[in-house]
């Protein structure tokens, strides 16, 4: 069976300065990879998403992603982080089958921007 | 609609009775998922619908537990006999109609059990 684990539970940065999440999943086949954030009293939005190609996969707001297939990861990355960045990023494994794609999710990181 | 929608928002029950959460999702969108967000369990699946099928039912925790699908559009998930540990925030998701269709989040049920 799938796993994500998303070692940091909380990670506060400064406004401005670099971010990367970190993500390791465990997939018996090339997985299908995502990240999701969530903000208070909002529904899970989509950041990114890898099914293949490029391992370097650009997303909304400003954030990037790297499959490293060696290491199990798809850590994310933003080069410089906003106030309004803060929420909580799930990173999760697709598994395709029967049409549809059931997504196993880590237990997510919070995120916490200081000014 | 613009998004998935669901309903209600919040619902307060007592141990015991039974409930009903309501998903709309996007129009054209013949995938929908169900998934629970809870503190001890974090983000979990529950079911999946193509139409009105579920291929998959793997997630759904005990046989309280049921979903159904009309028409190829709204989704009821169902809770008898509510307890305590069913309280969670219950997601839909919709998609296009193959595995690689992003799945749009609705806001969620959040359901608390008394």
């Known amino acids: 069976a799938q796993s994500v684990t998303q070692p940091d539970i909380h990670i506060t940065v400064s406004e401005g300065a670099s971010l990367e999440l970190r993500c390791n999943y465990s997939y018996g086949a090339t997985p299908y990879l995502f990240w999701y954030v969530q903000s208070p009293g909002q529904g899970l939005q989509l950041l990114l998403k890898?099914?293949?190609?490029?391992?370097l996969v650009q997303g909304i707001k400003g954030f990037e992603a790297e499959f490293k297939r060696s290491q199990s990861s798809f850590n994310l990355r933003k080069p410089s982080v906003h106030w309004s960045d803060a929420a909580e990023y799930f990173c999760a494994v697709g598994a395709p089958g029967g049409g549809g794609n059931k997504l196993t999710f880590g237990t997510g990181t919070q995120l916490k921007v200081e000014l | 609609g613009a998004g998935v929608s669901q309903s209600p928002s919040n619902k307060v029950t007592e141990k015991g009775k039974d409930v009903e959460l309501r998903c709309d999702p996007i129009?054209?969108?013949?995938?929908l998922y169900w998934y629970r967000q809870s503190l001890g369990q974090g983000l979990e699946f529950l079911i999946y619908?193509?139409?009105?099928?579920?291929?998959?039912k793997s997630g759904l925790p005990s046989d309280r537990f049921s979903a159904e699908r009309t028409g190829g559009s709204v989704s009821t998930l169902t809770i008898q006999r509510t307890q305590q540990e069913d309280s969670a925030v219950y997601l839909c998701?919709?998609?296009?109609?193959?595995?690689?269709?992003?799945?749009?989040f609705g806001p969620g049920t959040r359901l608390l059990v008394l």
């Open positions: 998701a919709s998609s296009l109609q193959n595995e690689l269709g992003t799945q749009y």
């Open positions: 129009s054209g969108h013949t995938a």
């Open positions: 619908f193509q139409g009105n099928s579920a291929p998959d």
């Open positions: 890898y099914f293949s190609g490029d391992t």
